[in-house]
């Protein structure tokens, strides 16, 4: 597999020459400054592929060319806005950029309630507790009908927290789960958002009478729209998991089991129609056995996220060391390497050590941590391509 890296651009702290030290071979990028929904201009895309190119690396992914809230809700302007998508994948390709990474996920992205969960090393690594994200859907969102949607058991805690919470820790979960985590990956919370909270019910508020299948159809209309442009360029579109993958605040999501997965592929039966292996985010639910999901399918992965979890009997989760946990990454490696060889792969997120935590970057994309994972992955590859038969 080729080894990429997440590179979020000149912002970046950390440099191109610092990943060509440290055996990265193909960077993982997005126009970060364009807001969502507007065309990737040619000029624009080259810019940043001769910069990278100009440091021995090349451009081997796009994540992610955002798909835009309205034509996720159906809403007005998606028919421009979908317009706009088929000419950035359309300019991409020309460019020779051939893999890109979308997700549908309504609203928010990746959710996590903690981003320095400290482990007994020193190090922290993030985590999602379930009782805090209930107490924040059901008690900073004030969402109609939250309560509901949630076991008594698990209502019993959440009323035992309400009790114990402080105005800090209440403000530190806002920020964590809306602007912390968003911020960097969706549009939607750019910047200094001054009312997050207003900001994400107005958000959720779109969504109204948008179910399962509602969003499904949603899906099917865009990639019947936008795969037939990337398969003129040769592009491989590339859906990324839900994170965690199941609902939440009563927004559907559809990218969560293998049934999901198998739907979407067949959405559109094309070979520019396929997914982004994230062992991480599917590994974040108990329902899901990475391995048997890479078997099944392996052919249409087009790029690979290697990152695993621990999840406990409650639900709640922590991004466990790359060498333990249920993403099995070993021998996910082993059926890759196999299945699918020459995939792009990054190794999904880091833990904070060392200096990492002075150094602002992220959450998940430490330096030190991240190269520290890719280092334990080269191993598991070198080792899985040696003793291949
Ligand atoms: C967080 C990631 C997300 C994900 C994108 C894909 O680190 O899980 O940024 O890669 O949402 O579109």
């Keep these: 597999m080729e080894k990429t890296w997440r590179w979020f651009g000149e912002k970046d702290p950390i440099t191109l020459d610092m990943l060509r030290q440290i ?72 460019a020779g950029i051939k893999t890109v990474v979308y997700n549908f996920m309504p609203v928010i992205d990746w959710i996590r309630t903690d981003l320095n969960y400290k482990l007994a090393d020193g190090t922290s690594t993030l985590y999602f507790d379930k009782v805090r994200f209930a107490y924040f859907d059901c008690y900073i969102l004030n969402r109609e009908g939250a309560i509901g949607d949630y076991s008594e058991e698990l209502m019993k805690q959440v009323n035992a927290l309400r009790e114990t919470i402080t105005p800090d820790e209440i403000e530190a979960l806002v920020t964590t789960i809306i602007v912390k985590t968003q911020g960097f990956v969706n549009e939607n919370f750019k910047g200094n958002v001054s009312r997050p909270v207003e900001l994400f019910r107005e958000l959720l508020a779109r969504y109204k009478g948008v179910d399962k299948n509602q969003l499904r159809a949603n899906l099917k209309y865009f990639l019947e729209e936008v795969v037939p442009v990337a398969g003129q360029y040769g592009i491989k579109l590339c859906v990324h998991p839900d994170d965690p993958p199941y609902p939440v605040l009563g927004l559907p999501r559809i990218v969560g089991n ?38 099944r399918f392996a052919d249409k992965t087009h790029f690979l996220h290697l990152r695993s979890t621990e999840v406990y009997a409650d639900g709640n989760f922590l991004e466990a060391p790359h060498d333990q946990g249920r993403g099995y990454l070993v ?26 935590a002075q150094k602002n970057y992220n959450p998940g994309y430490s330096f030190t941590g991240r190269m520290y994972a890719l280092a334990q992955i080269s191993g598991m590859l070198a080792v899985v391509n040696y003793t291949k038969k």
Excluded at 263 to 269: G, M, P, Q, R
Excluded at 278 to 287: P, Q, T
């Design 23 to 94: 055996g990265v071979e193909g960077i993982v990028t997005a126009l970060h400054q364009v807001p969502n929904g507007e065309i990737w201009t040619s000029e624009a895309i080259m810019q940043v592929k001769s910069n990278i190119e100009a440091h021995g690396l090349k451009w081997s992914v796009v994540e992610s060319l955002p798909v835009p809230e309205p034509v996720k809700y159906a809403g007005p302007g998606r028919e421009q806005l979908i317009a706009n998508y088929k000419v950035s994948l359309a300019n991409l390709g020309k």
């Design 331 to 356: 021998e996910l490696i082993r059926i890759f390497e196999k299945l699918h060889p020459g995939l792009p792969m990054r190794v999904d997120h880091g833990k904070l050590m060392l200096d990492d």
């Design 258 to 295: 293998e049934e999901d997965i198998a739907w979407v592929l067949n959405a559109v039966d094309s070979p520019s129609n396929g997914f982004t292996f994230c062992a991480g985010s599917l590994s974040s639910g108990l329902h899901n056995d990475v391995l048997s999901l890479a078997l």
